[in-house]
Every structure is written in structure tokens, then in C-alpha cells.
Nanobody
Framework: QVQLVESGGGLVQAGGSLRLSCAAS????????MGWFRQAPGKEREFVGF????????YYADSVKGRATISRDNAKNTMYLQMNSLKPEDTAVYYC??????????????????WGQGTQVTVSS
């Protein structure tokens, strides 16, 4: 079983940037597909993007495409989310998640097995 801890959230002005980190412990980090999700108050948890186990493949939601970059360092058991050109609508709690490589959609929160506690990102206008 893997434990996930997000960090790097905070308050940033619109147009600014943030880099979130997701540190994993336990399990075999390099065997997991990793995803980022976010949840704004009163809204459902929303897919942001995912990265394959070896980092060769990434996929992003349309809402962040071109502004977000997901990367991972398997030697450090850490995944990152670089967000640029932040907008007020990016304000949310950001969660990282892990799942095995079994078949199935990679954009639905329900298909991920392990979750971090989340980190708040607030973008002011």
C-alpha cells in the first residue's frame, strides 16, 4: 500500500505559477500510474492529468492543457504538477492519486486506489 503526501499549494496571483509535489512512501512507486485531480468548493472532484509509470506518457484535461505539466522522478518517489498562467478558476484542493496499470479509464477518480490528503491552491484575481 502506498501513502501519498501533496505539498506546494498556496496563494498565487492570476497569471502566476505553482509547482505541486506528491511524495510517495510504501509500495512500489514506479509501478503506479499517477494522477492529479482537483476539487473546488461545491463541485465534484475533477481530473487534471495523469502520467504513466515510467513518465513516457501524459494526458491532460482540456481545462489545463498547455498550462500544466506532470512529471515524475521514480528515484525520488515523487510526482510533480507544474501549473502556469494560473486562473481564478484553478482555485481548488489538488489531490494526487495512484493506481495500478489494470485496464480501465484513467480520468475517473473512482479508478484510483490511493489518495493523498490534498493541498489548497488559491488563485486571486
Amino acid at each position: 500500500q502506498v501513502q501519498l503526501v501533496e505539498s506546494g499549494g498556496g496563494l498565487v496571483q492570476a497569471g502566476g505559477s505553482l509547482r505541486l509535489s506528491c511524495a510517495a512512501s510504501g509500495g512500489t512507486f514506479s509501478s503506479y500510474i499517477m494522477g492529479w485531480f482537483r476539487q473546488a468548493p461545491g463541485k465534484e472532484r475533477e481530473f487534471v492529468g495523469f502520467i504513466s509509470w515510467n513518465g513516457d506518457s501524459t494526458y491532460y484535461a482540456d481545462s489545463v492543457k498547455g498550462r500544466a505539466t506532470i512529471s515524475r522522478d521514480n528515484a525520488k518517489n515523487t510526482m510533480y504538477l507544474q501549473m502556469n498562467s494560473l486562473k481564478p478558476e484553478d482555485t481548488a484542493v489538488y489531490y494526487c492519486a495512484a493506481r495500478s496499470g489494470r485496464p480501465g479509464t484513467l480520468v475517473a477518480p473512482s479508478t484510483y486506489d490511493y489518495w493523498g490528503q490534498g493541498t489548497q491552491v488559491t488563485v486571486s484575481s
